[in-house]
């Protein structure tokens, strides 16, 4: 399973919840819902997002071996 698609899932998620959360009619039930599971989900979706941003941006990627010696030789 890829990161956009556990994204993906976690958001399908977030939306029943708050549909949920929406149609209770209890308005306790409701702010406890949307503050013990939606609002930590949105915080999780939030960096999820930043981690799939930045991975396709490439900053978790590896120099290989022959780009750290270009560099390496480029510095002196």
Do not use: C, Q
């Amino acid at each position: 399973m890829t990161l956009k698609e556990i994204y993906d899932e976690l958001d399908r998620i977030l939306d029943d919840i708050n549909e949920y959360a929406d149609e209770t009619e209890s308005g306790n039930l409701s702010s406890d819902i949307t503050k013990d599971v939606a609002d930590p989900l949105e915080h999780i979706l939030s960096a999820l997002d930043t981690i799939i941003d930045d991975k396709a941006a490439g900053i978790y990627e590896e120099p290989g071996e022959d780009e750290f010696l270009e560099n390496f030789e480029d510095s002196w």
